[in-house]
């Protein structure tokens, strides 16, 4: 018996449909067909899983994208069963999903995520050094399942360049201006107190929840106010030529930041 995680491509009809057995778990809600994931799969796209024991516990799936005459790679979706989850098993296979690209002749990886969710976001910007420019409001209307009740559907919409080397948080963090107060509320929970728009900083720090979801289960009010103030933040900073390339996030604290470093 071993903990380690192998990765390998995936392809065959029977692999795609054990894919699709584990993204009902994780996700609880409808489910990318098989012949979607096949097809893709035959014409530059790519299925990944993850393997303990022969056992999957992980899965990334991607296909083609395209824009504005540029190929690449569109990641959609990112999954590791429930009873494996916080073991990085995430960043394993996402540093698979970029040689696999590479190999392919990609040199960018784009996806979507929920800005409020924390651990998203240290893999994706604190980990993977992936930038935010586009925020997307209720970019799935309503979704069904547990993770995505009760919010809008807000979507960061980030950009991985594969071959582009970037400034360290720790650099940026020193750099950074709060420009938004935050307390805590009777049940331990942090709120946005008050914020300011008007900022010519180079860097911006924004912070959010490191627990949406329970926030979500218990002051589901708290978590809607976190949802429009920071898209608010968010939409007006980009609009303003930021763009989010880090994150600050400290052991044992209630909040992270966002580390936006201004452009234009």
């Known amino acids: 018996m ?12 029977e692999d795609l449909q054990e894919v699709q057995q584990l993204e009902i778990l994780v996700w609880g809600m409808d489910c990318v067909p098989t012949h979607q994931t096949l097809t893709a799969v035959k014409n530059g796209g790519i299925v990944l899983g993850g393997y303990i024991n022969n056992q999957l516990v992980g899965f990334q799936y991607s ?60 893999l994706n910007i604190g980990k993977l050094k992936a930038v935010c420019r586009t925020y997307m409001e209720d970019c799935y209307g309503e979704l069904k399942g547990a993770l995505n009740e009760g919010l809008s559907t807000d979507r960061f919409m980030v950009e991985w360049n594969l071959e582009q080397e970037t400034e360290s948080d720790e650099q940026l963090t020193d750099k950074a201006t709060h420009i938004v107060t935050t307390e805590m509320n009777e049940q331990g929970f942090p709120f946005i107190e008050d914020y300011s728009l008007e900022t010519t900083a180079e860097v911006v720090a924004i912070p959010i929840p490191t627990e949406i979801q329970k926030i979500k289960k218990e002051n589901l009010s708290l978590a809607i106010d976190w949802r429009v103030k920071t898209s608010e ?6 609009s303003k030529g930021y763009v989010v390339v880090g994150i600050e996030r400290k052991q044992g604290e209630n909040i992270q930041n966002y580390l936006l470093k201004k452009t234009e």
């Open 63 to 122: 296909f083609p994208g395209f824009k504005d005459g540029k190929v690449f790679l569109c990641s959609h979706l990112l999954a590791i069963h429930p009873d494996h989850q916080k073991k990085g098993y995430g960043r394993l296979l996402k540093v698979a999903q970029k040689e696999e690209a590479l190999k392919k002749g990609y040199h960018l990886i784009t996806w979507t995520y929920d800005p409020l969710e924390s651990v998203n976001a240290n």
């Open 233 to 238: 933040l968010f939409q007006t900073l980009f």
């Open 2 to 13: 071993t903990n380690e995680l192998i990765i390998k491509s995936l392809s065959t009809l």
